[in-house]
Each structure stands twice: as C-alpha cells, then as structure tokens.
Nanobody, 124 residues
Framework: VQLVESGGGSVQAGGSLTLSCAASEVPFLAWAIAWFRQVPGKERELVSCISGRTGRRWYSDSVKGRFTIDSDHIKSILTLQMSALKPEDSATYYC??????????????????WGHGTQVAVSS
C-alpha cells in the first residue's frame, strides 16, 4: 500500500485548497479512506472519511459544510476540497486507509496505512 498526498500550501483565510491522495493497492470500495490532520503538540484529528463498503461520508464538526471529500476508485485518488479556510485549519494533512474500517470509517484515530503528509498553512 502506498499513499501520496499533494496539494498543500499557503493560503489566506477564506481561501480554498484541494488536497489529493494517490493510492496504490487500496480497494476503495472495500476499505475506509480518510483525511487526518495534526498540529505539533496536539492529537491527530480525523477530518473526513469514506466508508468504502457503504459509500458513507463522514465529516468532523469543525469542517462540516466547508470541506468535501471525494474519491475516484478507478483512478485510485482521494481528494479533499477545502473552502472558507480558517487559521485553525493549519496543520499537516495525512491520507490514510484501513482494511478493517470499510463499514464505519469514523471514530478511530488509528488507521493501518498512512501517507507522509502535506502541509496546509492558513494566514489571517
């Protein structure tokens, strides 16, 4: 399994960014795929995920209505469209996948496979 994130960068508050995760050896229609974020010194936070078996999307309250997760199982790409960005969205964002969470992707901070992360910086 390989997960490679891209699309991070610096943006002003209110702006938008789209993160992408190119996945290999990940069956999108069976596994859970997710975006996490982490700020140094703080616990890793699940931002959004897709339960592959059901197609259900989940969002944390902090991003609901502003972020959109999507996946293309043919191209094996996971995306996170982020809009109305706030300084508190600044973090390293990680793509993750797990073969045991296919029916319920949320409620877990421990996934089996991780990318190396991409940084997002939102200035006020």
């Amino acid at each position: 399994v390989q997960l490679v994130e891209s699309g991070g960068g610096s943006v002003q508050a209110g702006g938008s960014l789209t993160l992408s995760c190119a996945a290999s050896e990940v069956p999108f229609l069976a596994w859970a795929i997710a975006w996490f974020r982490q700020v140094p010194g703080k616990e890793r936070e699940l931002v959004s995920c897709i339960s592959g078996r059901t197609g259900r999307r989940w969002y944390s309250d902090s991003v609901k209505g502003r972020f959109t997760i999507d996946s293309d199982h043919i191209k094996s790409i996971l995306t996170l469209q982020m809009s109305a960005l706030k300084p508190e969205d600044s973090a390293t964002y990680y793509c993750a996948a797990d073969q045991f969470r296919g029916y319920a992707c949320f409620g877990y901070n421990s996934y089996g496979h991780w990318g190396h992360g991409t940084q997002v910086a939102v200035s006020s």
